[in-house]
């Protein structure tokens, strides 16, 4: 039987959980709530938008999409414009592909061959 997750927002994870918001990746929050659920029963996981920001021409970018695509994952995928590459260097990010995590106000950022080992690894995050 499937698990059901109740959406909660990164603010209440935090809360849950005592982390810090300023000094805790995105990650290590959904970490620690994860420890949280099996300590208490619970089933709360954090309200998160995923964003794949791709270019033309390159191969780790395709296969990414790929895989998205075929697995229906709830990843955004979005080719990186003027507008995009300026907010990826402005977070001095600078290969691609760039996987955005947002959460609330938070965003974290992997990039380049790592995204697709962490789409590949966290299936079931994205569905």
Request: aromatic share 8%; hydrophobic share 30%; charged share 25%.
């Amino acid at each position: 039987m499937e698990k059901t997750y109740s959406k909660i927002t990164i603010e209440k994870a935090v809360q849950l959980t005592d982390k810090c918001l300023c000094c805790n990746s995105i990650l290590e929050i959904e970490n620690a709530l994860n420890c949280y659920n099996k300590k208490n029963g619970t089933q709360y996981s954090v309200e998160t938008e995923y964003k794949l920001y791709t270019t033309k021409n390159c191969t780790n970018c395709n296969l990414s999409k790929f895989l998205i695509n075929s697995q229906k994952l709830r990843i955004k995928i979005l080719e990186a414009q003027e507008k995009e590459l300026n907010y990826l260097m402005k977070n001095n990010i600078g290969k691609f592909p760039v996987l955005e995590i947002i959460a609330g106000e938070k965003s974290q950022f992997i990039s380049g061959k790592d995204v697709g080992e962490f789409i590949a690894s966290n299936l079931e995050k994205f569905k």
